[in-house]
């Protein structure tokens, strides 16, 4: 049996972050989990190029136009927090739609960061404190699966 698996090597990696200005008080929180994580597992700062986007509706459409600049892995970084209306469930919808979509075409892996929570405090407690961050969690998938897209194409040599 052969395994192929992906490490957590970031040293020669570049990486794009698209990430939603919307909710900047907690997307910020995670952009700086994720740059800590990838600079600790050895992605240089010029390495990483930052994309803002006015909402997390539009991550999709700038991870896509992002994806082949270069880069072996985009994060989509964000927090849609529920309101009173069903803007919610259509934003979180189509965001997480539109990256599972991208997903499935050919190039860099793209991985969601996107917090959808139900509260302020669901998010912040996801943005770095009790349970963690997810952008930092982010990262870790990103380094994962940059390493293992440049495995896949080596099985049977």
Sequence with gaps: MKEIKGGFIGKGKKFAVVISRFNEFISGKLLAGACDCL??????????????VPGSFEIPGVARAVRNLGCDCVLCLGAVIRGDTPHFDYIANEVTKGIAALNLEKGVPLVYGIITADTIDQA?????????NKGW???MTGLELA???SRVGQVGK
Excluded: N, P, Q, S
């Excluded at 600079?39 to 803002?52: E, N, S």
């Excluded at 912040?124 to 963690?132: D, P, Q, S, Y």
């Design 39 to 52: 600079a600790r597992h050895g992605v240089k700062d010029d390495d990483i190029v930052v994309y803002w």
């Design 124 to 132: 912040v407690e996801r943005a770095g404190t009790k349970m963690g």
């Design 137 to 139: 969690d982010a990262a």
């Design 147 to 149: 390493d293992l897209y």
